[in-house]
């Protein structure tokens, strides 16, 4: 939806306010709506999107690339987002929307390489002469809702087709029988057999020291797996499996829903059950509603009855716009700083100084990890 708003912006020249407010959507099973705050944040990226247009450069918007020469499923196709061609300057632009709130790294990105790959394919021979010799791909991720509002990436047609060999000789792999799997945070991450895939239950029992026999054994004598006391790790184990903590958090919650849904269809869930969980908060009935006020008036008054509770900066904000909010209340507002998070060292924020870090170790612990591969 976001996109869609974006890519009318760009081709008829329109603002993100030319577009009524309040619409909504469906994408992806969630109803959004295109509001004030989207307005604000599409802003920022098409007006970087115009500046990057110069006379003699071509302007791609939402254009559908060929990528099964790469990956070999039938009729595969990416979408570019924004791509622009800049023949005279032997260079290629290829820009894409991530509207979600994790932030995405451009370098070394395989599905940016595909749809340059594929950008290559349908326009090389065209803007090119099919000729990769001192080709500039410049890659931007427009994320305004991460902090860093995105990430870029230079490199070269060459080393894009030479990693498109590379990426061949991997979906070939895919496709053999027993062909072998490699589980990873990347790869992992949406893969539909990531519930019964065993290379990535071995992978994740590997981080905490654990086989499939151990498992076996402990649910036969009841006994709870041996894990590693985590004081004994040395500074690298632990790294790596805090670096890996997201990938293993999604496994168990892919094996819970799993489990769930067995229970629901009458399937065995050895030596477990399923209970009435912890109650939802008390609310009054809708249709109850008149007498419940009556009451309420009688039993505690009218002003004990109901609350009014100010409205907080980001739903001002919502209501009207960013520009007019920071004019208005821009000095009446107070934000606490933003807890330290622990992340890997690719990310594109500066590291904190370590004496800067005297925070209480106890909110990192409660902290998810921010990063999402
Ligand atoms: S879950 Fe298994 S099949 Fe899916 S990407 Fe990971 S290793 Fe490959």
Known sequence: MFHAHAELALFFGLDPHDFPQGIKWKVDGHIVEYDAEMVDHMYEGLDWIRDQLRPGCHLFVEVKVPIERWTFEKGARGTCDIAIIYPRERRILLADWKYGKIAVVAEKNDQLTLYALGLWAKFGKKYFNDDPKDITVDFRLL?????????AWTTTMKKLLKEGESIKIDAKATYEENAPRTAGLKQCQYCRAA?????LAEFNLKLFAL????IDEGYEYDEPPEIQDAHRLTPERRSYVLLHKVMFTRWL???QKDAMRDFS????????KVVSGRAGIRKFRQKQQLSVILRLISDVGIEEAYKRIMISPAETEKKIGKKRFKERYGDFVEQSPPKPALVPDTD???SLESKAMLFDIEDTDKQEGEYDG
């Open 265 to 272: 269809e009458g399937k065995p869930v050895p030596k477990m």
């Open 348 to 350: 594109e924020r500066p």
């Open 211 to 214: 086989k499939f026999e151990d």
């Open 253 to 255: 919650e892919l094996l």
């Open 143 to 151: 994320q305004p809702r991460v902090p860093l509002k995105g990430s």
């Open 195 to 199: 519930s019964t895939c065993q290379a």
